[in-house]
């Protein structure tokens, strides 16, 4: 069977199983700007401005993967850090 199912975020059409969406941890780096670590792959990016960040991550999942095999979604959960007296 060609159906098209999705489950547990994979997708099948008759081809490779590839998954629907990539999660990126994104945190502002200490010598200044952002990084952005995918979640359960090794993608890793960096850049000055939260819109770079954006462009090098897809180019990062664009180079990471083959095309049949490329989430179609990259979610960027954005991570900050704030100390604040007790």
Known sequence: MLESVIDAGRSYAGRAMADVEIVFSVSE???????ANALGYSIHTQAESLDDLRAAVQDAVRCHFDEAERPSLIRLQVVRDEVIPA
């Open 29 to 35: 780096s200490p010598e200044g700007g952002y990084e």
